[in-house]
């Protein structure tokens, strides 16, 4: 937990976001060319707010000081 800050979540929303390696499928367009794109918003957001969740637990167990996952973009 000591080794997670701020600045290594917004790179891992960014990743998710926009990598192509984030995606188990590559997706397709309706020609079947595989469109370089990270996760859907919804997606990105699902995972954030689990990992968000995980680190809010941390907190109130007092196994963290604060919250890294605050004010993510």
């Not at 859907?40 to 969740?53: I, N, T």
Request: no cysteine; proline share 5%.
């Amino acid at each position: 937990l000591r080794d997670i800050d701020h600045a290594g979540i917004q790179s891992w929303v960014t990743w998710l976001a926009t990598s192509p390696d984030a995606r188990n499928r590559p997706k397709r367009d309706s020609d079947g060319k595989v469109i370089e794109t990270g996760l859907s918003p919804a997606r990105v957001h699902h995972a954030y707010q689990v990992v968000d969740q995980v680190l809010r637990f941390a907190m109130r167990s007092k196994l963290i000081a604060s919250n890294p996952a605050n004010d993510v973009d």
